[in-house]
């Protein structure tokens, strides 16, 4: 079969069968595939989109491309994925909460990207944390503390980090079938039985209509049941910054916060949310409530952070910044944003504000960009709170210029004269047996 065959198939319309897929997955995996007819199969994809089955049949090939985890963890292996947003540190929080449950977390995360951070980049800036384990030890950590995050291996669907990388360029980023097989492929390598999604809706988030949040929420979970995985998925709000603290180790140092019971808010709310979820999936509880039960008595207990210093040790990290979380990276020089009038902060351009922590060193343009640990903000005011005046709403972490990263962060913030409408953070949901609510 030759790759101009499916090219041409997919510009009138037609379904690729499952032996077509194939091809296309071991062209996509093969370098000496041109990138030229990669793209415009994207595009044809773009354009005539995928039926239901289709899609699961691309995800599970283009998997298969690559090795094809199957942790034995002495439980069933649970893992969550967010579609991404700004201040979203959720893993953090719910990996060693759900692990103080008796879960068995085998995460492999992403670097951050453009506006929104990574979680990878969040562990890496805790002194002597280690990203990249030999599987042995991925599994072996999972296995005896009960939560183990790393980076994904090359080795994990190949075809999909081709693809991916010419969609950027190509505009063929927008298609759900593709966003879909994309990330359910690294799940399904991942090798998780129970997968949790979190699917961000709003400013800061790559779907901007519930509609479409429902439409990949539905695809990502159809595509993991047929390949015999359990399934559950939120919508929750990127609106506004989830945390406070936008920046690496500011993140990390606002989980440390959450999980010692130092402080609360919409960030540790999503993260039980979505936790209760995991333990369902893992078998540990029998519905949401006793769930979410489970997990407050982890937090107030403090197993939970007990749980996080273990995994930080186990990963080679200083597990001290538990208890102290000045011993995680800083920066030189802190600079106020000050409220430019008296009102209510009434909306967020997320994306934006994801950008001003970029440009203060926290992100980066082009995978090859180094981060600054240390750098990026705290956000004193959520949307709905009330600002007088010349009254510090922000404080900036920076060791380069602070110009452009203050600048897009005070232009991000929208004021108004009266209190705004404030949106529930849960959306919707997709629980485990199907229904949605
Ligand atoms: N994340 C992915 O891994 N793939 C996409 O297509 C979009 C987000
Ligand atoms: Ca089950």
């Known amino acids: 079969m030759a790759l101009i065959d499916l090219i041409n198939a997919k510009k009138v319309g037609q379904e690729l069968s499952t032996a077509q897929l194939q091809e296309f997955a071991a062209f996509a995996a093969d370098k000496a595939t041109p990138d030229y007819q990669l793209a415009a199969l994207l595009m044809a994809i773009r354009i005539n989109g995928m039926s239901p089955s289709e899609t699961a049949d691309l995800t599970l090939v283009m998997a298969q491309t690559g090795d094809m985890l199957k942790p034995e963890v002495g439980g069933i292996p649970v893992d969550k994925h967010s579609t991404g947003g700004v201040g979203d540190t959720t893993t953090l929080i719910l990996a060693p909460l759900v692990a103080a449950c008796g879960g068995k977390v085998v995460k492999m995360s992403g670097r951050g990207l453009g506006h929104t951070g990574g979680t990878i980049d969040k562990l890496e800036s805790i002194p002597g944390f280690k990203t990249e384990l030999p599987e042995e030890d991925f ?63 709003g400013s800061g988030a ?52 959450m999980l010692a019971g130092r402080v609360q808010g919409p960030l540790m709310e999503v993260a039980l949310q979505l936790g209760a979820q995991m333990l369902l999936l893992s078998d540990l509880a029998t519905d949401e409530a006793q769930a979410l039960e489970m997990l407050k008595k982890a937090l107030n207990d403090g197993s939970g952070l007990k749980k996080f210093r273990q995994m930080i040790k186990a990963q080679g990290g200083d597990g001290r910044v538990c208890e102290d979380t000045s011993l995680l990276p800083t920066t030189k020089h ?48 959520r949307i709905g709170d009330r600002v007088r005046k010349g009254e510090d709403i922000a404080l900036l972490h920076h060791n380069k210029d602070v110009k452009r990263g203050l600048d897009l962060l005070s232009s991000a913030l929208e004021f108004f004269d009266t209190a705004p409408q404030t949106m529930p953070l849960i959306r919707a949901r997709i629980a485990p047996d199907g229904k949605e609510s």
């Open 139 to 201: 599994l072996r950590i999972a296995r005896e503390v009960g939560c183990c995050v790393v980076g994904q291996s090359g080795e994990l669907a190949p075809a999909d980090k081709r693809l991916y990388s010419l969609r950027d360029v190509t505009g063929t980023v927008d298609s759900i079938p593709l966003i879909a097989s994309s990330i359910m492929s690294k799940k399904l390598a991942g090798g998780a039985m129970g997968i949790v999604l979190d699917v961000k809706l």
């Open 334 to 381: 802190t600079t106020a944003l000050k409220a430019p009038r008296d009102g209510y902060l009434a909306r967020i351009n997320t994306e934006q504000a994801g950008m001003a922590a970029q440009a203060l060193g926290a992100g980066r343009l082009t995978k090859e960009d180094a981060i600054d640990p240390g750098a990026g903000y705290v956000l004193y005011k």
């Open 206 to 257: 790559l779907m901007k209509t519930m509609e479409d949040c429902m439409r990949l929420a539905r695809a990502m979970c159809d595509i993991g049941r047929r390949s015999g995985r359990e399934m559950a998925a939120l919508i929750t709000a990127m609106d506004e910054p989830l945390g406070s603290h936008v920046g690496n180790a500011l993140e990390v140092k606002e989980a440390i916060d």
